[in-house]
Every structure is written in structure tokens, then in C-alpha cells.
């Protein structure tokens, strides 16, 4: 069995076919996955997905860094009603973009600030989206991510409180993480040829750290680039990973089903 911890079915990429991905997703052995509801829009629909497939589909409720023109105060009262539906696993995704707008630095800390204590007021894992500015010298995302953390002094009783989605930091990146007690997200980059950097930090970080995930429609594994991704990829992600960390891919499916399920349900 494998669990997705990431994906965005509702995406329209996915209109003339959602069922029928799902459908193929249950066959490739993926039998849990977390729908990212990341804006407002997206909040009714994750719902009525999971409905669609309960047992099957979990939702995460976030607002995201890069839209802040949907995460106003209207929509950030509203975002408490959903984190509190059967369907709900997690907050998210949030976090800090710089990539394309570092000078938006203040007002996305400022939405953390806000979204955070929501974790602890209804007891859900975070799901970070967290990505440098091009030059990292105009914005580092994790630095200030790992900051805003610590304010918050995450309980670290419990083994994760959270993920860091799509990881593409450093190995400094990656251990502060750790030592907040976060798990890295494992995704199809992991299969690009020239991405050395981060299946090292993987392998720092070790199969007890990290959670698959597809991050679909986007970022499909290295033989299927500018192709559209799905969850049925997972088995492939499991599979380049368990290679270059030298375990079975039935055991990296065994530790990462069970390091999610911990953590979301």
C-alpha cells in the first residue's frame, strides 16, 4: 500500500477524466491520498471529492502564499470551518514563496503568523509550501519558515507536526527541519537526473523522515517530464527512492504508508 501525500485532483487538468485517475490510482496500489485545497475555490470541491471517495480521499485546507489577493480577512475566518470538516487532515498548504515575488516577503509572514496557531487550535498537521527566492540573498523561505516555527515552539512530543511539500532546500534546510520535528516530501524530482543534491539530503534525512508524494498535476517523474502527473506515479517515486537509498521498495512503501498515516491519520 501507498499513501499520497500531496496531490491537486481538482486541478482542471483533471476535468474530462478525475474518476477514471482515481480509478487508476486504487489499481497502482495507492490506496490513501491527500487532496491539497489551497484556495478558496478549491475548499467546496476537495469536499465533495473526498465525499465522492471517502476512505480513499482525504482533504488539506490552506490558503497559499503565492495567491495572497484570495487570503484576505474574509477568507482567512472562513478558512476554521473547514479545517473543522470530517474530511480534513491536515492545514495546507501554507508557507513562503519568494520565486517570483520576494517583496511580498512581509505580507506572506504575516499570513503564517495568522494561519499557524490554527494548527494547534484544531490539532492538524501542517503542510508547508516553502521555495527560496531565485537568489536566496532577496529571500530564504526556510530560514524565515524555521524562525516562525521556533516562535511557535511546535510540540515535539509527537514524532511530525507537519511536512515540508516538495522539498528543494539545502542539508541545512532539511535538519532544521528535521529538528522541528517536520518530514520531508519525496516527489517525482527526486527521479531528475542531475537533482544529486536532494537525493543526498534524503538519504541524510533517512526513510524514517519522509513521506511520498506527486504534487500532480505538476512536476511528473523524470521519464514522463511535460507529461501530466498523477498519484499512480507513486509506486515510481517508491521505487527510484528505495534504489538509491539501497532498501526493498516494499519496505520504503511499508515506512512512508506508515509515517504518513501517523501523521495525517
Given at each position: 500500500?501507498?499513501?499520497?501525500?500531496?496531490?491537486?485532483?481538482?486541478?482542471?487538468?483533471?476535468?474530462a477524466d478525475r474518476d477514471a485517475v482515481l480509478d487508476k490510482c486504487l489499481a497502482a496500489g495507492v490506496d490513501k491520498l491527500v487532496e491539497i485545497a489551497c484556495l478558496p475555490k478549491d475548499w467546496p470541491?476537495?469536499?465533495k471529492l473526498a465525499a465522492a471517495r471517502e476512505g480513499c480521499v482525504f482533504c488539506a485546507f490552506g490558503?497559499?502564499?503565492?495567491?495572497?489577493?484570495?487570503?484576505?480577512?474574509?477568507?482567512r475566518a472562513e478558512l476554521p470551518v473547514w479545517l473543522q470538516k470530517k474530511c480534513c487532515v491536515a492545514l495546507g498548504e501554507i508557507g513562503l514563496d519568494y520565486w517570483w515575488h520576494p517583496e511580498q516577503k512581509e505580507e506572506q509572514l504575516k499570513l503564517l503568523?495568522?494561519?499557524l496557531p490554527?494548527?494547534?487550535?484544531?490539532?492538524?498537521?501542517?503542510?508547508?509550501?516553502?521555495?527560496?527566492?531565485?537568489?536566496v540573498k532577496a529571500g530564504?523561505?526556510?530560514?524565515?519558515?524555521?524562525?516562525?516555527?521556533?516562535?511557535w515552539a511546535f510540540d515535539n512530543k509527537k514524532r511530525a507536526r507537519g511536512v515540508l511539500h516538495c522539498f528543494s532546500g539545502s542539508r541545512k534546510d532539511a535538519q532544521a527541519g528535521l529538528?522541528?520535528?517536520?518530514?520531508?516530501?519525496?516527489?517525482?524530482?527526486?527521479?531528475?537526473?542531475?537533482n544529486w543534491t536532494l537525493r543526498e539530503t534524503v538519504k541524510m534525512a533517512g526513510l524514517q523522515n519522509i513521506v511520498l508524494e506527486t504534487?500532480?498535476?505538476?512536476?511528473?517523474?523524470?521519464?514522463?517530464?511535460?507529461?501530466?502527473n498523477d498519484p499512480s506515479y507513486i509506486p515510481e517515486i517508491a521505487r527510484a527512492a528505495a534504489e538509491y537509498l539501497g532498501v526493498k521498495t516494499e519496505a520504503l512503501a511499508e515506512a512512508t504508508s506508515a509515517t504518513a498515516a501517523e501523521l495525517f491519520f
Open positions: 500500500m501507498f499513501i499520497e501525500t500531496h496531490a491537486h485532483l481538482n486541478d482542471q487538468a483533471f476535468d470541491a476537495g469536499e490558503l497559499h502564499p503565492e495567491n495572497l489577493e484570495e487570503a484576505g480577512p474574509e477568507r503568523e495568522d494561519l490554527l494548527s494547534v487550535k484544531f490539532s492538524k498537521p501542517v503542510v508547508f509550501h516553502t521555495r527560496n527566492a531565485k537568489d530564504d523561505a526556510y530560514a524565515d519558515l524555521a524562525a516562525e516555527l521556533k516562535k529538528d522541528l520535528g517536520l518530514l520531508l516530501g519525496v516527489n517525482g524530482t527526486f527521479t531528475y537526473k542531475n504534487d500532480c498535476p505538476y512536476l511528473p517523474v523524470q521519464g514522463n517530464r511535460g507529461k501530466r
